[in-house]
């Protein structure tokens, strides 16, 4: 069982806006810090954005600052990412991790992973 779902993913055009969740399937994430990353054909996975679990502390990719915004809604456990003026270099497919307390940059320090969910932005 994969133990975070991600949805919300599709295809549009450039300068638009998509909404993706990430929620846990089968557990709680409390405590967990929780991070989205994304994967492009023949990339390495990048980190794009994460929130820390204590603090709230949100940390951006520079590709993405000012254009996406993380937020979590603590009651349902659940992860949001809300990416506006879409570009064509973020298609991708973005997966949500989770990792204990702190945020990290890097996708080997997370412990969880969603399916992945694709974005394509034609342009």
């Known amino acids: 069982q994969v133990p975070l779902v991600e949805s919300g993913g599709g295809l549009v055009q450039a300068g638009a806006s998509l909404r993706l969740s990430c929620a846990p399937s089968?557990?709680?994430?409390?405590?967990?810090?929780m991070g989205w990353f994304r994967q492009a054909p023949g990339k390495e996975r990048e980190f794009v954005v994460a929130?820390?679990?204590?603090?709230?502390?949100?940390y951006y990719a520079d590709s993405v600052k000012g254009r996406f915004t993380i937020s979590r809604d603590y009651a349902k456990n659940t992860v949001y990412l809300q990416m506006n003026s879409l570009k064509p270099e973020d298609t991708a497919v973005y997966y949500c991790?989770?990792?204990?307390?702190?945020?990290?940059?890097?996708?080997?320090?997370?412990?969880?992973w969603g399916q992945g969910t694709q974005v394509t932005v034609s342009s």
């Open positions: 089968g557990r709680t994430f409390s405590g967990y810090a």
């Open positions: 991790a989770a990792k204990l307390f702190s945020a990290s940059y890097y996708y080997t320090e997370y412990d969880y």
């Open positions: 929130i820390s679990w204590s603090d709230g502390n949100t």
